[in-house]
């Protein structure tokens, strides 16, 4: 998969270097890269921002050097090893937006099929609308939000979701079953977990664990992943279960 990422502070990205995420980009299986937007305007001060029309607070970022950025990388080929030759499809193009649909794990499942995404991170009050309406004719445009909550710009809900699509990747994670049995992907809470030693400052591990009875654990972990679910998270439970 390709990813490009637009952002005036491309250094908040450095932190995809590290760990499975970094390893997957030196593998080549995800080619992964982060651009300046300022390097697509033509003025003395890198500008990126105006005041908007019809006034207001706060300044609005310009459609210009949003334009050929998106023009620019949308027409880039995708050349990441789990694309064996040049894909001619059109990119999915993501603004994180509090204004957008919500991300979820079955969002990171869809996008993580995609050959090339292409995340552009607004800043101040936000884009100059006619941005969104020049990208559709690019590819497909999605405004999505990490959550009912404001933060200062895109860069830190961007960061979230290639992490979250990044892993889903086939070679990315080292162990692909750890990906099934973890919260979300079958729309419950993950059960709890315990490693050595069986009794720490008096408290013991659940007996059950210790059994060797693969039956009773995997019931007695639904049940947990049931009762998790209902206690912190009632509104991911079907009516039935709730
Ligand atoms: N930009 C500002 N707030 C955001 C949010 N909640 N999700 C995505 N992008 C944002």
Request: with cysteine; aromatic share 6%; hydrophobic share 35%.
């Amino acid at each position: 998969m390709r990813i490009d990422v637009v952002s005036i502070f491309p250094s908040y990205f450095d932190g995809l270097t590290l760990s499975l995420l970094g390893k997957a980009r030196d593998s080549g299986i995800l080619d992964l890269n982060v651009h300046d937007l300022r390097d697509w305007t033509g003025d003395r001060h890198r500008t990126v921002d105006d005041t908007p029309y019809g006034g207001g607070a706060g300044m609005v970022m310009k459609p210009e050097p949003w334009g050929l950025a998106l023009d620019q990388l949308a027409a880039e080929p995708t050349r990441a090893a789990s694309v064996p030759e040049r894909v001619e499809g059109r990119p999915t193009i993501i603004f994180p937006s509090p204004a957008g649909e919500v991300f979820r794990q079955s969002t990171a499942r869809e996008l993580a099929d995609r050959e090339h995404l292409i995340f552009g991170c607004g800043r101040y009050e936000g884009i100059d609308e006619r941005v969104f309406e020049e990208a559709a004719a690019l590819g497909e445009v999605r405004l999505i939000s990490l959550g009912d909550y404001v933060l200062n710009g895109g860069e830190v809900a961007v960061m979230a979701m290639v992490e979250a699509i990044g892993r889903l990747i086939p070679g990315v994670v080292g162990n692909p079953e750890s990906l099934v049995e973890e919260s979300h992907e079958d729309g419950l809470l993950e059960y709890p977990s315990y490693t050595k030693p069986s009794v720490w400052r008096d408290r013991e591990v659940p007996p059950i664990l210790l059994s060797g009875n693969h039956g009773a654990i995997a019931a007695w972990r639904r049940e947990q992943q049931i009762e998790r679910t209902r206690r912190r998270r009632p509104d991911l439970l079907p009516d039935d279960e709730g």
